[in-house]
């Protein structure tokens, strides 16, 4: 029941099954194909939903996939290209028609919340519930969401408009108990919860136990996602000890002119940006609507990073 | 060889295989859901395109319905509700990726100019295309767009933000020869493209032939789009005579309280109104997402207008 209040009541039943696990909603990069869609992403942690970018049928792409938007707590759109956030309006205007409640908040660049509000305008909607608009600011590594469960922060990128990339780390107030070890010294149960929070027990007779002892710090994960951005491999340390990057791959390296010239990475680069991080895990998105499939992504990336993956639409990834 | 002039050189070698045709893309009202697309359809007049509301998603069903938008001449939008213009902008910027140089005619409310304005001012696009706007005009039918071939006309119905249907008038400045006659006169062929231009003919010894009695009027196709609208009866008759109606039934008639709060209409009311107009066919469209499938919109809709169709995604209507 620890997280009983974060879960939206108007949600379905469904739950994610790692504490951290993202769902893939479009691998495209500016051009939709007919298999692949406009950047959008869900992440699900503890069973709270939060969408990164919602790019043009995001809201059909949560349909298809199962993922129930009118949870999505808030969203974190990365710049203002149309396959990053054309998808948004949407979402907001079918959650109001659905009869949403909660609020919603959106953590965007400048000129996101004029665009949204010229279209309440002209459109006449009033919506049942509030939207908070934050404005991301162009300051390096900025804390943007923080609870006791989870810190969001946003950094710039390098693209032709401004852009930032997205960290989200899982936060715990409690430790954990250590396996066995309360059981061998007879402590008992009412004691673990002033354990978990840091607090030391003292037995009937005196003794008193350390919380370091008989508890741990919890296994808490970590996510990075970056797109669209030039390559820039300054970046890298800075997320080092992250579980998961997600960077964008939107040409393979012997496109590299044409990558640098539109302020994009290829595959090798990103590769090599998660090798300097030193992440558990890579994933490739944002592909160009050149490739039809993404074999040599995969092949180019690996041969420098090992544990890489291409984003496959519809398919979650536990972090 | 007659329109050559009209078919766009970048465009593939896809051909209408009718004088008028019309391609649906979206079916559902405001919601759409895992089998039915928001507002859309492109009507192909001697194989140049028009479309007709562009909702959320346009551009991908245009790709997976084989439409080659590249080629679209102009739009026209019927209303600021999210599901009729939200794809606008991913159609533009598409267009612009893939080369376009042909101007692009969007007709629409006031307002969408703004909308669009506002969009590119914040992601730095820079067309390589022009892009004309014409504001529709609240009052009565309007001629908006007029050439040899064709006339369109725009008309406003009633909704809950400022809403238009629009007319397509298949027009020719030539007459056809009436089969056989100009034979049975000996009427040397040179002298055709005269009489079909509406010139007597006389022949080497003198005798008058008239134009009219070698001649007919050609067969003009006529289409009319009407969404989203409460029923109109009383624009009806000001629709007499056209070949394909197309009106919205986002209900079924035991929920008219419903329609009518929203102004919307239902199958029967749609089908009162090409009972009115008298046209040949009549296609239902904009159907609410709490409906599987439209058996009974069909059933409700035929009990008074034989000759109704309900519209199918990706299935092509000769008009």
């Given at each position: 029941?620890?997280?009983?209040?974060?879960?939206?009541?108007?949600?379905?039943?469904?739950?994610?099954?790692?504490?951290?696990?993202l769902t893939i909603l479009g691998t495209s990069s500016a051009?939709p194909?007919?298999?692949r869609h406009p950047s959008a992403q869900?992440?699900?942690?503890?069973?709270?939903?939060?969408?990164i970018d919602?790019g043009?049928?995001?809201?059909?792409?949560?349909?298809?996939?199962?993922?129930?938007?009118?949870?999505?707590?808030?969203?974190?759109?990365s710049?203002?290209?149309?396959d990053h956030?054309?998808?948004?309006?949407?979402?907001?205007?079918?959650?109001?028609?659905?009869?949403?409640?909660?609020?919603?908040?959106?953590?965007?660049?400048?000129?996101?919340?004029?665009?949204?509000?010229?279209?309440?305008?002209?459109?006449?909607?009033?919506?049942?519930?509030?939207?908070?608009?934050?404005?991301?600011?162009?300051?390096?590594?900025?804390?943007?969401?923080?609870?006791?469960?989870?810190?969001?922060?946003?950094?710039?990128?390098?693209?032709?408009?401004?852009?930032?990339g997205?960290?989200?780390?899982?936060?715990?107030?409690?430790?954990?108990?250590?396996?066995?070890?309360?059981?061998?010294?007879?402590?008992?149960?009412?004691?673990?919860?002033?354990?978990?929070?840091?607090?030391?027990?003292?037995?009937?007779?005196?003794?008193?136990?350390?919380?370091?002892?008989?508890?741990?710090?919890?296994?808490?994960?970590?996510y990075a996602y970056i797109t669209d951005t030039?390559?820039?491999?300054?970046?890298?340390?800075?997320?080092?000890?992250?579980?998961t990057i997600y960077h964008e791959a939107t040409y393979?390296?012997?496109?590299?002119?044409?990558?640098?010239?539109?302020?994009h990475s290829t595959a090798?680069?990103a590769a090599?940006?998660a090798?300097?991080?030193?992440?558990?895990t890579l994933i490739l998105g944002h592909f160009s609507a050149?490739y039809?499939?993404m074999?040599?992504h995969l092949?180019?990336a690996?041969?420098?990073?090992?544990?890489t993956l291409i984003a496959e639409e519809g398919k979650?990834y536990?972090?």
């Open positions: 029941m620890r997280y009983s209040f974060l879960v939206f009541e108007n949600g379905s039943s469904y739950l994610c099954q790692m504490p951290m696990e051009t194909t007919t298999t869900v992440l699900c942690i503890k069973n709270r939903l939060f969408m919602c043009e049928g995001t809201q059909l792409q949560c349909m298809v996939h199962g993922v129930k938007f009118q949870r999505i707590e808030r969203v974190f759109i710049h203002l290209h149309q956030y054309l998808g948004l309006l949407g979402i907001i205007t079918t959650m109001n028609l659905n009869g949403r409640q909660e609020p919603f908040y959106i953590y965007g660049p400048k000129g996101l919340d004029e665009i949204m509000e010229v279209q309440f305008k002209w459109s006449s909607i009033v919506l049942n519930y509030a939207l908070e608009f934050f404005e991301l600011k162009d300051d390096g590594f900025q804390i943007i969401y923080d609870d006791e469960y989870l810190e969001v922060q946003s950094f710039p990128v390098k693209h032709r408009v401004p852009c930032w997205f960290t989200f780390k899982e936060k715990s107030p409690f430790r954990n108990m250590k396996k066995g070890v309360a059981e061998s010294k007879n402590i008992p149960i009412e004691a673990f919860k002033f354990l978990k929070s840091g607090e030391d027990y003292t037995s009937p007779d005196g003794v008193v136990f350390s919380f370091e002892e008989l508890t741990e710090l919890p296994k808490l994960s970590s030039i390559y820039l491999p300054e970046l890298a340390p800075k997320l080092r000890g992250f579980d393979l390296h012997d496109m590299l002119p044409k990558a640098e010239e539109t302020f090798k680069q090599e940006f090798a300097i991080a030193g992440c558990d050149r039809h499939e074999g040599d092949l180019e690996t041969a420098v990073f090992k544990n979650s536990a972090i």
